[in-house]
């Protein structure tokens, strides 16, 4: 161990302090807003206490949280509060640092410490944790001298100022993005032929195998395309599957109207799924990535509300109910400028996300270093 360093458990380096069970008659329209998990992940939806709180559940800007409780990797864990003054839920630790600590490296090392925790961490879903405030406490950490703490802490601030300002970055690349979509697309449209999607579509239905055996593809929601499915247990062999091809356009049944559609890559070149996600396959009038564009706006998927049938939390799309369903068709070479255009600007978005990817890396690879105490710090530089 390094001079001047110990190894201590997280019990010894700072004081939790419990949120209050807030119930909804506790609930009211002003007041100091009610700190819940999902505040923690940026949400500004609030409800108040206007009551008298305790001093314990009090929260003010810069206060370091613990929550104890959440999904891995997106709630579970500890945050500082960016947030107003508030009082805090329950499933929530605030976290007090003792003498001696600074609360940036504490945040850092309780970012470490979650890590563990989380790996063998209890819930009754493979994704959440749900733990006892053993489980944090008792995590050892190595604790350097203050100094060292505060020269850590700012070393690895940096990397994460950088990874805020590519973020930043990337949301208004994003924006730039949708903003030129819907452009291209109302434009195109407005000169585009009136068809039917039936004009140049025609579903697939190439027999496959069975749940059993087949290789399934599953399509996410809102536009952000189609996976490989995996699944801890068999199908039925009773269930009928059709094989799906690259360039195929694919959607959900009963998620249509939150924009499940997919463009079949070719790493997914066949796999299969029910009739529950139709696939389709495009003439030569049509192309795919201009269609895929087309179709996974907001501005289209949540105005065929028309087109559904059954009950609202079960309404299905039948695919020829959609094929008969209108659509102005642009020429070709207009679509294939569109989809070049949105090429790029997807491209310019995949670079800044293999940026952030690299620097998260860095970072994480960079905190179990410096906090393990494997790697030290001082005023000059940092050596192994």
């Known amino acids: 161990m390094h001079k001047g360093h110990a190894r201590r458990s997280i019990g010894d380096l700072c004081d939790f302090f419990n949120g209050n069970g807030f119930r909804p008659p506790d609930w009211s329209a002003s007041g100091l807003p009610i700190i819940r998990i999902q505040n923690l992940n940026g949400s500004q939806n609030f409800n108040f206490f206007d009551g008298t709180p305790k001093p314990k559940w009090i929260v003010e800007p810069g206060d370091l949280l613990f929550a104890w409780a959440g999904v891995k990797g997106v709630s579970f864990g500890p945050t500082i509060w960016p947030g107003p003054r508030g009082v805090l839920n329950q499933h929530i630790f605030r976290v007090v640092p003792k003498k001696g600590i600074d609360k940036y490296w504490l945040y850092l090392a309780l970012q470490v410490a979650t890590r563990r925790i989380e790996?063998?961490?209890?819930?009754?879903?493979?994704?959440?944790?749900?733990?006892?405030?053993?489980?944090?406490?008792?995590?050892?950490?190595?604790?350097?001298?203050?100094?060292?703490?505060?020269?850590?802490?700012?070393?690895?601030?940096?990397?994460?100022?950088?990874?805020?300002?590519?973020?930043?970055?990337?949301?208004?690349?994003?924006?730039?993005?949708?903003?030129l979509r819907d452009s291209l697309?109302?434009?195109?449209?407005?000169?585009?032929?009136?068809?039917?999607?039936?004009?140049?579509?025609?579903?697939?239905?190439?027999?496959?195998?069975?749940?059993?055996?087949?290789?399934?593809?599953?399509?996410?929601?809102?536009?952000?395309?189609?996976?490989?499915?995996?699944?801890?247990?068999?199908?039925?062999?009773?269930?009928?599957?059709?094989?799906?091809?690259?360039?195929?356009?694919?959607?959900?049944?009963?998620?249509?109207?939150?924009?499940?559609?997919?463009?079949?890559?070719?790493?997914?070149?066949?796999?299969?799924?029910?009739?529950?996600?139709?696939?389709?396959?495009?003439?030569?009038?049509?192309?795919?990535?201009?269609?895929?564009?087309?179709?996974?706006?907001?501005?289209?998927?949540?105005?065929?509300?028309?087109?559904?049938?059954?009950?609202?939390?079960?309404?299905?799309?039948?695919?020829?109910?959609?094929?008969?369903?209108?659509?102005?068709?642009?020429?070709?070479?207009?679509?294939?400028?569109?989809a070049d255009a949105l090429a790029c600007a997807r491209t310019e978005l995949s670079l800044i996300d293999a940026q952030i990817e690299a620097l998260t890396r860095q970072k994480r690879g960079l905190m179990q270093k410096l906090l393990t105490g494997e790697w030290r710090v001082n005023s000059e530089k940092v050596w192994a």
Request: hydrophobic fraction near 35%; aromatic fraction near 8%; include cysteine.
């Open 119 to 179: 790996a063998n961490a209890h819930g009754f879903k493979s994704s959440l944790v749900h733990v006892q405030k053993d489980d944090i406490t008792d995590q050892v950490v190595d604790l350097p001298p203050l100094h060292e703490q505060r020269k850590i802490a700012e070393v690895l601030r940096t990397w994460g100022e950088g990874l805020e300002k590519l973020t930043t970055l990337r949301s208004a690349h994003e924006d730039r993005l949708i903003g």
């Open 185 to 338: 697309m109302a434009r195109a449209s407005r000169h585009g032929q009136p068809v039917c999607f039936g004009d140049f579509l025609t579903e697939s239905r190439i027999p496959g195998t069975n749940g059993a055996i087949a290789r399934k593809v599953s399509v996410r929601l809102y536009g952000k395309g189609a996976t490989e499915k995996i699944e801890p247990r068999r199908g039925s062999a009773n269930t009928r599957y059709y094989r799906r091809v690259a360039g195929q356009i694919i959607w959900s049944k009963l998620d249509f109207l939150n924009g499940a559609f997919a463009l079949v890559g070719p790493e997914l070149e066949g796999c299969e799924s029910t009739l529950d996600l139709p696939a389709f396959d495009c003439n030569s009038s049509v192309n795919p990535v201009w269609l895929i564009e087309y179709l996974t706006r907001p501005a289209y998927y949540t105005r065929q509300l028309h087109l559904a049938r059954g009950q609202r939390k079960a309404r299905r799309i039948a695919p020829g109910d959609w094929l008969a369903s209108p659509v102005r068709l642009p020429d070709r070479a207009t679509q294939d400028r569109i």
